[in-house]
């Protein structure tokens, strides 16, 4: 048989958490149709010696709604293996809306998701007004990996209820359309619906977005009538319910209710916090309760610490404030010389030393630093040198020493202010913990606050070669046939004959993120973050080699995945 690609002499890594074998994989028409010691003749040939064969990785939580009209790649993802995505989580989508009221779904978008507002509007050719149109749309669009998504509660208000979603309940004969919609794009391909509850998410304005404003009776509504086409998975960005003992049993119980009492399918995010030690480990038990019970419920989690990305290219801390505002506002190297001026600087350190209530932070925003827990970014994992110990050893105040680094580097030097997951043997816990998904990149979105697309690479690199707490196969099943079986992508996440033939190819010994960047690709030159990565030879969407040593061939063969209910 002739093929259209044989990658040879690898150890194939196949998913399933069972060891490595070297074998050859062979792929024709986008499938895997052989893995063994086939040798037949191949239209391409791949020399995998030295390198591990794996399932591409998935992303289940990911923004890229918008994105994927103007980036063909999928980046940051797709430079670090990954070859699905999930997008469309915490109520947060494009569809349904009309193009007329676009600016109704912009204002979910751009301060919750930090998704510039003039780069969707300059990087978007409106196509639709319904989620399945939308999901057409995404089908028909050249792009480089796949495409799954959840429709979202946000968008669903406000194509209802207009501006009024982002004041008042729902009345009954507008739930009554809304779980309409959601039944509907369920059937037509959507995977489900995802809605957030949570204070970080909010407008522009400071006001909440469209989906906190409706009773849990409206939720409840829309999720029960989805489970009863046999399909779709809920997805929620948590209510904040404190250290509040009644609260936090309130909301567990009606999330038990949809899983447990409805058979719906629930996931949400999960990190541990320094401040609350033992909170993560309760919910973590409650989700093993439900499980117990007969229920579906899977949290999803991350490989390292949710950092918040400083840099004078992007956001500091103090950007807004008095003194240091006027100054931030001048092109650089005017800021630069005002950095130098020793009274100024002076002048600078004062002010950023009180901070108070209204410089006050949400979600991913820079916040003022408790310097402890501020770090260099002096390696792409994250660095482990504290602010305050290094101005320490100066003699200087962490301020003065973040001004220094910034006006020695031309303002390239970077600082992470990790707000959740800061414990490394927390995270491993986590990771490790039944009923978890190690994803959670948030890529497309917060797209000049975090870097967390890298965060599969960053398994390899720290959790399987420098830890040495997890084996390379134990780490590969976490980024592919567990998100593949969670959310339900048919014939994806394993090695196996017949399965969609989505490859990475990397080498264990030196895969790892780059130092991230920042960059003005964005449509209308808005500015992100942009990380790489090294050590993988080559990922392949659908049998189609996508990416060679992380640079982009041309091919385009991503794919738009649809629901069980839509074949």
């Known amino acids: 048989m002739s093929h259209d690609l044989l990658i040879k002499d690898g150890l194939v890594v196949d998913g399933s958490g069972q060891s490595g074998v070297r074998a050859n994989v062979a792929v024709k028409d986008g499938r895997i149709v052989a ?31 918008a994105q994927v009209f103007w980036d063909k790649l999928g980046s940051c993802s797709c430079y670090h293996g990954v070859t699905s995505v999930v997008m469309g989580n915490c109520g947060f989508t494009l569809a349904p809306c009309k193009e007329s009221e676009a600016d109704l779904v912009f204002r979910n978008l751009e301060r919750a998701e930090d998704i510039s507002r003039d780069a969707m509007l300059e990087g978007i050719k409106w196509q639709w007004e319904t989620y399945p149109e939308y999901m057409d749309a ?10 799954a998504g959840y429709v979202g509660h946000s968008a669903l208000r406000t194509y ?16 009554q359309t809304m779980a309409n919609i959601v039944q509907e794009a369920v059937k ?32 409840k509504f829309i999720v029960t009538k989805m489970r009863e086409t046999g399909a779709g998975i809920f997805e929620i960005a948590s209510e904040d319910t404190g250290r509040h003992p009644e609260r936090l049993q309130d909301y567990q119980n009606r999330l038990k209710e949809l899983a447990v009492d409805h058979g719906v399918p629930v996931t949400f995010g999960m990190f541990s916090s320094r401040r609350a030690p033992e909170y993560w480990r309760a919910f973590l038990d409650f989700v093993q309760t439900v499980n117990a019970e007969g229920g579906t419920m899977f949290t999803q989690v991350h490989s390292r610490a949710l950092n918040v990305i400083l840099s004078f290219e992007t956001r500091t801390p103090f950007d807004s404030w008095e003194v240091w505002r006027d100054i931030r506002r001048l092109p650089k190297a005017d800021q630069i010389s005002k ?11 004062e002010v950023a030393s009180h901070p108070s209530e209204r410089h006050k932070a949400i979600g991913a925003e820079v916040r003022p630093p408790d310097w402890h827990w ?16 290094l101005a320490s050893a100066k003699g200087i105040s962490p301020v003065e020493l973040m001004l220094d680094l910034a006006v020695e580097s031309d303002f390239k030097v970077m600082f992470r202010q990790p707000i959740a997951n800061e414990i490394d043997s927390e995270v491993i816990e986590l990771m490790r913990t039944p009923n978890t998904v190690c994803t959670f990149s948030d890529s497309g979105a917060h797209v000049s606050q975090i870097m967390d697309s890298s965060l599969q690479t960053h398994l390899f690199k720290h959790w399987v070669r420098a830890e040495q707490e997890l084996t390379v196969e134990e780490a590969v099943r976490m980024v592919t046939s567990v998100p593949a079986s969670r959310w339900g992508l048919k014939n994806r996440g394993l090695l196996r004959e017949g399965y969609a033939a989505d490859i990475a190819i990397f080498d264990p010994d030196r895969i790892g993120p780059d130092m991230p960047e920042v960059v003005h690709d964005l449509p209308s030159g808005a ?41």
């Open 339 to 349: 950095f130098k001026d020793p009274a100024i600087k002076h002048k600078l350190v």
């Open 527 to 567: 500015r992100r973050l942009k990380q790489v990565a090294h050590g993988i030879k080559n990922t392949i969407v659908n049998g189609e080699v996508f990416l060679e040593n992380n640079e982009h061939t041309g091919s385009q063969s991503g794919q738009f995945l649809r629901g069980p209910l839509a074949n």
């Open 374 to 389: 501020t770090y260099l970014l002096d390696e792409p994992s994250g660095g482990s040198q504290r602010m305050d110990e």
């Open 138 to 147: 995404v089908a028909a669009t050249p792009k480089g990996i796949n495409y």
């Open 188 to 219: 037509k391909g959507a995977i489900g619906f995802s809605t957030s509850r949570t204070r970080n998410h909010e407008t522009a304005d400071r006001r909440p977005v469209a989906s906190r404003l409706a009773a849990w009776d409206e939720v």
């Open 160 to 175: 209802v209820m207009g501006p009024r979603a982002f004041e008042e309940t729902a009345t009954e004969d507008e739930m």
């Open 35 to 65: 893995i063994g010691n086939e040798n037949g003749r191949a239209d391409r040939t791949i020399d995998a010696e030295g390198h591990i064969v794996s399932p591409g990785f998935i992303d289940g939580h990911t923004h890229m709604d």
